[in-house]
T-cell receptor
Framework: AQKITQTQPGMFVQEKEAVTLDCTYD???????LFWYKQPSSGEMIFLIY??????QNATEGRYSLNFQKARKSANLVISASQLGDSAMYFC??????????????FGKGTHLIIQP | NAGVTQTPKFQVLKTGQSMTLQCAQD?????MSWYRQDPGMGLRLIHY???????DQGEVPNGYNVSRSTTEDFPLRLLSAAPSQTSVYFC??????????????FGEGSWLTVV
């Protein structure tokens, strides 16, 4: 079974500061992927960044980077220079690729990020 | 290219009524899935399909039926709605099980209230 843990239910951050959203995971699957999604108040799921378990380098996508520490089973999302529009729910998710068990994304409970001016 | 289309966007049901949430994709994706999102929770997998004619259960399948007669469509049926099924439902699709990154497409969600 796979499990995602996000320990920060909510965060308040000043605009332009960097933000780190924590995510730890547990899986017995040797091949897996880690995803971060943003969910604004309008409700849609917006893909932010992806890290494969065999990727050697940490993923980056513009202001988003993923701090992947495989031995510690953590995949923290870092948002540089936060903006008011970053206020949203953020979900960490994972998917196993080796087969067996239900096939789909396993999500954490999310972190509600509020950027203050 | 419409992506993943869910209908209806909003629905209010009475306890015991039945309904179908529709999901369609035009990307020729083999893999489709349904999730529900409850307050304070992430998305949880209800059912999924790895191709036409093949469906399987996810984490929370009770109270829901699915079928996959075509590659494009993956409807979710509530046979006898219960208040516990009040939730936001998301349909997702991807080319295959191994799809990574931004190649998993979500619909915009369907808000269902059962009274």
């Amino acid at each position: 079974a796979q499990k995602i843990t996000q320990t920060q239910p909510g965060m308040f951050v000043q605009e332009k500061e960097a933000v780190t959203l924590d995510c730890t995971y547990d899986t017995s699957d040797p091949s897996y992927g880690l995803f971060w999604y943003k969910q604004p108040s309008s409700g849609e799921m917006i893909f932010l960044i992806y890290q494969g378990s065999y990727d050697q380098q940490n993923a980056t996508e513009g202001r988003y980077s993923l701090n992947f520490q495989k031995a510690r089973k953590s995949a923290n999302l870092v948002i540089s220079a936060s903006q008011l529009g970053d206020s949203a729910m953020y979900f960490c998710a994972m998917r196993g690729y080796s087969g067996g068990g239900a096939d789909g994304l396993t999500f954490g409970k999310g972190t509600h990020l509020i950027i203050q001016p | 290219n419409a992506g993943v289309t869910q209908t209806p966007k909003f629905q209010v049901l009475k306890t015991g009524q039945s309904m179908t949430l529709q999901c369609a994709q035009d990307m020729n994706h083999e893999y489709m899935s349904w999730y529900r999102q409850d307050p304070g929770m992430g998305l949880r997998l209800i059912h999924y399909s790895v191709g036409a004619g093949i469906t399987d259960q996810g984490e929370v399948p009770n109270g829901y039926n699915v079928s996959r007669s075509t590659t494009e469509d993956f409807p979710l049926r509530l046979l006898s709605a219960a208040p516990s099924q009040t939730s936001v439902y998301f349909c997702a699709s991807s080319y295959s099980r191994g799809s990574t990154g931004n190649t998993i497409y979500f619909g915009e969600g369907s808000w269902l209230t059962v009274v």
